[in-house]
């Protein structure tokens, strides 16, 4: 295989990645770190590099269609980046300090929590939650658009938010994913917010993430550009293309295949890192 | 309607300045990454172009040299036309885009006259701008 070649293929299983990715909101780096560590022999370092930015393409790329529907909460949003952005730097130093199978046998882990997750159904948060002290000195109740109207829905338990969204920060400074698994149990479960103001601003909230330990890993000279290419114009082709036909898609189906593919791989993952090979 | 459904709000003035600054900063990124995009297959054309014969080796991790990993010397080779010098420029556009959205973000709520949040706004464009440019106060300490 000649370097055109590889090129090609890599760009061909990033797009398929990010499409999967986004179709079952897995996100694509959970699919491209494995696809290039155990199919290619990549290094975890270079996969990782390659698959944060892709994540960026991701996040910033459906912003616009995800704003259009106005459920994102910006207070929320940039009140917990402090904790994404802290995790995230803390997680990129990590993640230079860690031995590689390590981070493989984290990587298995988190691969099967968000394999998991995404299986799972969601069920809405009721939206009449009772006002929150902190939340509402926040100002982070707001409003979001439903067939009855702007509904108000009260933020619950913002420390423990805060601490999720860290630990969701560390998570993808150290795997190069978005970590969107551990945002939505966060935003969720721990605060409250209707489903649609998660997903929406947990979006948003994975590419500045994401942008917080990038700049470490360049400057680490873990973004290979020859490798970073392919995967961040696949992922971003994938994820776009998943984006217009999800609403038309039956996910359902597919969310339970391909989260027993991802629970498949997590388990590869864990054991070439057990044995080193990673 | 009933007027128990949920508890519908009539206008919601904040959410409505909220959508306007989002919906623009949505079209922003977007461009964002279409940019960084035509960037990145601008240096990947010149790079297969120049006609590759080895694949390069990712099996073993060794970094990347400094050309590939400064911001600024990035600039200077993408000036030179080096086709990874310029790949690496549209990653840094598309690492910017978030960074652009955040400082947008400082200018709506500057217009709610919300200061506690143009705070929180601030510590996270400082967190991100540190790591993204971090090695720029290296370069001047040599």
Known sequence: MNAIEFTIVVALGSFFGGLLGSLTGLGGGVIVVPLLTLAFGVDIRYAIGASLVSVIATSSGAAAAYLREGYSNMRVGMFLEMATTVGAISGAILAARLPTPTIAIIFGVVLLYSAWVSSRERDDAPTDQPPDKLATRLRMDSTYPTAQGRVAYHVRRVPLGFVLMYIAGVISGLLGIGSGSVKV?????????????????????????????????????????????????????????????????KVKTLRIVFGVVIAAVAVEMMYQGLKGHL | MSP????????????????????????????????????????????????????????????????????????????????????????????ATPVARVFFSIIG??????????????????????????????????
């Open chain 2, 4 to 95: 128990d459904a949920a508890k519908p709000v009539a206008v919601d003035h904040r959410a409505e300045t909220d959508l306007r600054i989002e919906m623009f900063l949505g079209h922003l990124l977007r461009l964002g990454v279409v940019l960084a995009a035509l960037v990145v297959i601008t240096g990947g054309v010149l790079y297969l172009n120049g006609a590759p014969s080895v694949i390069p080796d990712y099996k073993v991790f060794h970094g990347q040299p400094r050309a590939l990993t400064s911001v600024p010397l990035i600039i200077q080779g993408s000036a030179d036309f080096q086709p990874l010098a310029i790949i690496q420029f549209g990653l840094i556009l598309l690492i």
């Open chain 2, 109 to 142: 709520f500057a217009m709610e006259r919300d200061w506690l949040y143009i705070g929180v706004t601030i510590i996270v464009l400082a967190l991100l701008l540190h790591s993204l440019v971090g090695d720029v106060r290296i370069l001047l300490n040599r």
């Open chain 1, 185 to 249: 149990l966060a935003m969720d479960q721990a605060m409250k917010l209707p489903f649609k103001v998660s997903t929406t601003t947990s979006n948003f909230m994975i590419g500045v993430t994401a942008a917080a330990s990038a700049g470490i890993y360049l400057h680490r000279g873990y973004i290979d550009p020859t490798l970073a290419m392919p995967v961040m114009l696949g992922v971003l082709g994938g994820a776009l293309l998943g984006a217009r036909i999800l609403p038309g898609a």
